[in-house]
């Protein structure tokens, strides 16, 4: 008897407890809730503290930190452009999702996936509020605070052997602080090259998943596995320092060429070059361009009374695109009085040369550069060169999350250079960007420009008229054969009368700057104060190019 008892028993437990599960879950997900009641609204002057404390984390952080801007005209904007938004995001959507799709048909049993219906409701998203940060880089960094309680209508039909098993995405909230970032600020409409998002903290997404009509995400235990994995998997995408770069314009056509390399040229000598004086000799002398470059030409010394001219002059130009620049070489004969006469021209293109590896090349000299013209036929001479292009080093800056983990800023840079760790030597290019000033003004006039002086070479910037923040945004650039470890660069604002009168220069400040960290860190972007100067601030961009 007690044997039966007991299987009775068992057997009672193991139809029942199943049963009673089902039960109550079925009348968890389907049965009707009575009316909610009208909300009562107080004042918060009516409110207990504990009322208030609850409240705190949806106030807006335009109300509770001043670094946050209060957009509601941003908030209209978006209201009002919603319904067109909802149609272009789900056309993305579908257009990206489709072939993913694509991809699982025919796997497990799966004879179709798509959209059922796919819309995003009719409640936008709301910024609570936007902070714009200062930088010294060519961008715009903003940081909204994004909050949407939306109501999405996305149901997805999967038939699966025959059988159509629909999934239906609802009640989906989201809250995320991202940093959008519009970079680089180029002078071409809409005036950045791209748009870069990033996430300062992991978000908060909250949604509701029906399977067959019932709410999956009730199911105990799954609501917070699955809200955890996609925190995880959006983290591991976009969850700074990690973005995703959206390109706006063409990267060819906004970007500003750095230079890469160095072409180091030897003039060795002319040979029967043409006769320009009444003696029937020449005094000639060869300078050496880069095409697509704005700098001087570098210029040899004139050897009087010549035709096959013996030079042996080293000369070092900075090469920005080695697939498409060419050397240009022009002698000419020069002039006590009048413009001197070009004895003639040669280009050579630089892809012709492999790096770091010396080239002697004998160039026959032309009229001009033109193929087409038949005068080019008339002998006049040749020019022998040797030639050899040295790239710089590839930088190893990386990503900034590979520098967070490899490198730890101990010591100041003045202390590794004293204690000669990882010294780098070698020749390399300091290219020096004055990008403009803020707050300069001289007792008598507002003309601003610069003067870069370092080694006793001394650089000169356009003049600014009537202003007291000028902008250059002009680079300069100084090849070295040593490291500057231990070397300032000296950075002089003056001001100049437009007309003819005493005190017609004046300075507006100046600053000195240690290269030291330049060398070591490959780049600094900077703004200084300038000295003898009462608010002048002037903002500079420094980087070194080992060979």
């Known amino acids: 008897m ?12 193991g139809i029942g407890f199943p049963f009673g599960l089902f039960v109550g879950f079925y009348l968890f997900i389907y049965s009707q809730f009575e009316d909610v009641e009208d909300l009562v609204v107080k004042p918060l002057t009516e409110l207990d503290t504990v009322a208030l404390e609850d409240l705190m984390s949806d ?14 005209w941003l908030n209209k904007f978006i209201s009002d452009m919603w319904p067109f938004l909802d149609k272009a995001i789900c056309n993305i959507i579908r257009s990206t999702a489709e072939p993913i799709f694509a991809e699982y048909i025919g796997k497990f049993k799966i004879e179709s996936i798509k959209f059922k219906n796919l819309s995003l409701g009719n409640t936008p998203p709301t910024i609570h509020g936007l902070k714009v940060c200062e930088t010294n880089e ?17 149901i997805i039909s999967v038939i699966i052997s025959s059988v159509e098993v629909t999934i239906q995405l609802v009640d989906l909230q989201v809250f995320a602080a991202p940093r959008v970032t519009l970079k680089p600020l180029v002078p071409t409409i809409p005036c950045f090259a791209s748009i870069v998002v990033s996430l300062m903290e992991k978000p908060h997404i909250d949604f509701g998943l029906n399977l067959l009509g019932a709410d999956i995400m009730s199911v105990p235990g ?10 995880k998997e959006v983290a591991s995408l976009y969850l700074w320092p990690k973005s995703l770069e959206i390109p706006v314009l063409d990267a060819s056509t906004v970007a500003i060429k750095k230079p890469v390399g160095i072409l180091h040229v030897k003039v060795v000598r002319a040979t029967k070059l043409l006769k320009m004086d009444l003696l029937g000799l020449s005094d000639p002398y060869v300078k050496l361009s880069l ?3 704005k700098l001087p030409s570098k210029k040899t010394t004139i050897k009087k009374k010549t035709l096959n001219p013996e030079w042996n002059e080293d000369f070092k130009l900075s090469v920005k695109d080695p697939q498409s620049q060419m050397l240009l070489i022009n002698v000419y004969d020069w002039d006590k009085v009048g413009s001197h006469d070009r004895l003639g021209a040669q280009i050579f293109p630089l892809k012709m040369l492999k790096p770091n590896e010396a080239k002697e090349v004998t160039l026959d000299l032309l009229k001009d550069t033109s193929v087409s013209d038949p005068s080019n036929k008339k002998p006049r001479g040749q ?3 040797e030639l050899t292009y040295a790239p710089f080093r590839e930088d190893n800056n990386g990503s900034f999350s590979d520098r967070l983990d490899s490198y730890t800023r101990k010591d100041s840079v003045l202390e590794r250079a004293s204690s000669n760790i990882l010294s780098p030597t070698g020749a390399g290019l300091l290219l020096v960007t004055v990008q403009g000033a803020h707050d300069v003004e001289g007792s008598r006039h507002n003309n601003p420009y610069v003067l870069v002086i370092f080694r006793g070479e001394t650089k000169k910037s356009k003049m600014v008229r009537k202003t007291r923040d000028p902008l250059w945004n002009e680079e300069f650039q100084f090849l070295l054969e040593e490291p500057p470890l231990q070397e300032k660069i000296h950075i002089k604002v003056m001001s100049k009368r437009t007309s003819i009168s005493f005190h017609s220069k004046e300075s507006l400040g100046h600053v000195d700057i240690n290269l030291a960290d330049v060398v070591y860190n490959g780049r600094i972007n900077q703004k200084y104060h300038l000295i003898d100067s009462k608010n002048g601030v002037i903002h500079v961009e420094l980087r070194w190019k080992t060979i």
Do not use: C, H
């Not at 060519?138 to 996305?154: D, F, H, Q, S, T």
């Open 138 to 154: 060519r961008e715009l960094v903003m940081e909204p605070a994004v909050r949407w309680a939306g109501n999405p209508n996305i």
């Open 2 to 13: 007690g044997f039966f008892s007991s299987l009775l028993g068992i057997l009672g437990f």
């Open 222 to 231: 799954l609501y917070r596995y699955v809200q955890e994995r996609i925190k």
């Open 383 to 385: 020019i022998l060169l």
């Open 59 to 72: 106030i807006p952080l335009w109300v509770k930190s001043p670094d946050y801007d209060r957009v509601e």
């Open 291 to 293: 095409t697509g470059e």
